[in-house]
């Protein structure tokens, strides 16, 4: 029978981002499965991204110090939803680039992200995040479908 023994998830704190840390903690209870937490770090500019400040306003930035914060919040999730196993881990970087090395570094076996920002303005700035992980991974990856989210 197949089994997963170390699950990754990363999150920015968003509605749909938890959503998909509450499944990836269910799914690492069922799986009695390692749960790796990850929040990725990283600023912008609009000089960086050519973007106006109207523009930037609109994609979520998640800071240094916010990433201790919301992983707080995840995993308070993580355990309403007894996952048996959980680690939470803030790196500074692009968000689907920092999932796919953490995923490497801790012997991930499933990645599972959330639909968010496969139609959005920071999936059109900074790459579609779960689209790149699916591409990109080496491991299986798991596409939480947030749209009930109404922000996906």
Do not use: W
């Not at 509450?22 to 990283?42: E, W």
């Not at 500074?92 to 599972?112: C, I, R, S």
């Not at 999936?123 to 491991?139: D, E």
């Amino acid at each position: 029978m197949h089994s997963y023994t170390s699950i990754a998830v990363g999150t920015d704190g968003s509605p749909t981002s938890l959503m998909a840390v509450r499944v990836a903690a269910s799914l690492a209870r069922v799986y009695g499965a390692r749960l790796n937490v990850i929040c990725a770090h990283y600023s912008a500019s609009g000089s960086m991204l050519n973007a106006t400040n109207s523009e930037l306003s609109k994609i979520d930035i998640v800071s240094g110090s916010d990433a201790a914060n919301i992983l707080e919040t995840a995993q308070e999730i993580a355990e309403e939803e007894s996952a048996p196993d959980i680690h939470v881990t803030a790196r500074e970087g692009q968000p689907a680039q920092v999932l796919l090395e953490a995923a490497q570094e801790f012997g991930v076996d499933l990645l599972v992200v959330g639909n968010k920002g496969m139609r959005s303005l920071a999936g059109r700035f900074f790459g579609n995040i779960p689209g790149n992980v699916a591409k990109k991974a080496p491991v299986d990856v798991m596409l939480v479908d947030t749209r009930s989210q109404g922000h996906a």
